[in-house]
């Protein structure tokens, strides 16, 4: 390829505030009836006067820190005016020159290469309303408004445009996404808007320093249309260079059903939203004292807890990353292996087990019924309850997944499952024999088969155990019983 890309990501978080960004509305609209949440301030009447949500700004100041951003000790509020039908006063408040944090960084993970994209800036605006399009039934077109969403505290964090693909960009959603839930001043939940990113994205000849015409891409909804949308339009802009067409400067949509980005209108620039110091919101200075504060407060971080859970349980760098990728799911892992205390080998081996059954089998449980780590009925001392019921030979493994379905299901102990369902291992040789013996008197020709050499044969005459004992018999002592049994044959 003659051409590389160059990505920058704007990345817009609804904050876990009680109330809105300049009124005492409340911000948690989702399930409210249109238009209900609202007040004259957040319906941009003339005379009202906005006033600066303080918890808005420390979840902004821990998101900096969070990114090893510095923090200003003087910030302000600016007009940002653009006439869309959503914005209720014909301009946004945002901050432009002076925002809350700057110059941070975060660390992604491709194909198994780390990358620190800079963090170009982190401020604070309101939310604007929300437009609902629909068609009648004569077939005309019209538009709704619910203004319930209008002033929620809205966080941007900007990346410089230092990302070369959209596996980066995944990547680094990925990681962001992580970091704001850690942290927990966003749900940062896609489906209901309270995450979401732009990209920018140009391409430019290999090895060149300068930035190509930039297209923004809006209307992702979910990390894999941002993917789809990068690399959609990464071939769009090569294939126009190579074809010697031009490039416009432009915003463009995702068109997720037909898998295209579509043209909406031409890019604007700062200065055509003629930003200006909001009048009415006095600047803002950061006292020190509050930023130590914020950051005493801040949670280990998804990149610490990867390390230390390979420092301290020796899980493998793969099993760490997606266990810590949700701090829910590290929790619960951690609570589990707080369940007793083991050292060494023995703490390696339980951590192991317990990362397999999470990634494995509780994954496959939450995707077939739905659910979520914060919402299990899985108790911690349960699963190693489990662990232990395999070990001591109780459960095999078939049964053990058995077992864990029900402890998903019902929230009760496995010992307890077990025995309702008589799901007990049988580990006692003299009661496995007859069943031994019943394989071999029904299957002539295996065991000719074994006789004349073919071990296949073993694993098939096993099998036939398994299924006469309805999977109960351990399957280590059913072969070695039945090798016995076949040897003693020749």
Request: include cysteine.
């Amino acid at each position: 390829m003659d051409h590389e890309v160059v990505i920058g990501l704007e990345v817009h978080s609804q904050l876990l505030t009680r109330s809105k960004m300049f009124c005492s509305c409340g911000s948690n609209y989702q399930d409210a009836p249109p238009n209900t949440v609202v007040c004259e301030v957040c319906m941009g009447m003339p005379g009202v006067l906005p006033v600066i949500n303080r918890r808005a700004v420390e979840l902004v100041i821990a998101t900096g820190l969070a990114l090893d951003c510095k923090i200003a000790t003087y910030t302000k509020f600016d007009r940002k005016n653009y006439p869309y039908p959503d914005l209720m006063k014909g301009y946004q408040i945002s901050q432009y020159d002076r925002p809350i944090a700057t110059d941070g960084s975060l660390t992604i993970e491709v194909d198994g290469h780390e990358k620190r994209v800079a963090v170009t800036r982190v401020h604070l605006e309101e939310d604007v309303a929300k437009l609902f399009h629909r068609t009648g039934p004569d077939g005309e077109t019209y538009s709704l408004l619910d203004i319930n969403r209008a002033g929620v505290p809205l966080m941007e964090v900007v990346s410089e445009p230092e990302i070369s693909t959209a596996e980066e960009a995944r990547s680094y959603l990925t990681m962001l996404h992580s970091i704001l839930r850690y942290v927990g001043v966003s749900t940062a939940n896609m489906e209901d808007g309270s995450f979401r990113c732009d990209a920018n994205i140009s391409i430019r000849p290999k090895g060149s320093e300068g930035l190509g015409a930039k297209v923004e891409v809006k209307n992702m909804n979910s990390f894999r249309s941002v993917y789809n949308a990068l690399e959609y339009e990464t071939e769009r802009q090569i294939r126009l260079a190579q074809e010697g067409q031009r490039i416009a400067q432009e915003t463009r949509g995702w068109e997720e059903d037909n898998g295209v980005t579509v043209s909406q209108r031409s890019k604007e620039h700062a200065s055509d939203y003629r930003y200006f110091p909001e009048p009415d919101l006095p600047p803002l200075a950061i006292d020190p004292g509050l930023v130590k504060e914020v950051r005493s407060r801040l949670p280990e971080l998804p990149e610490a807890r990867r390390a230390r859970f390979v420092e301290q349980y020796g899980l493998p760098g793969y099993d760490a990353r997606l266990l810590t990728a949700f701090k829910a799911s590290a929790d619960f892992f951690e609570s589990v292996m707080n369940v007793r205390s083991r050292e060494g080998q023995a703490r390696e081996q339980l951590a192991k087990s317990v990362s397999n059954w999470m990634l494995g089998e509780l994954t496959r449980l939450f995707n077939a019924f739905g659910g979520s780590i914060e919402g299990t009925m899985i108790r911690p001392e349960h699963v190693v309850d489990l662990l232990d019921l395999i070990e001591e030979g109780t459960l095999s493994t078939g049964m053990a997944k058995e077992v864990f379905e029900e402890m998903f299901k019902s929230g009760q102990p496995p010992r307890h499952i077990a025995q309702e369902s008589g799901m007990v291992q049988i580990t006692d040789a003299d009661a496995v024999r007859p069943a031994v013996d019943t394989a071999v008197a029904d299957n002539p020709k295996p065991v000719t088969d074994f006789l004349s050499g073919k071990e296949t044969a073993l694993k098939f005459l096993v099998g036939q155990v398994m299924k006469n004992t309805q999977g109960k018999a351990d399957p280590q002592l059913v072969a070695v019983l039945m090798k016995q049994k076949l040897e003693s044959m020749r």
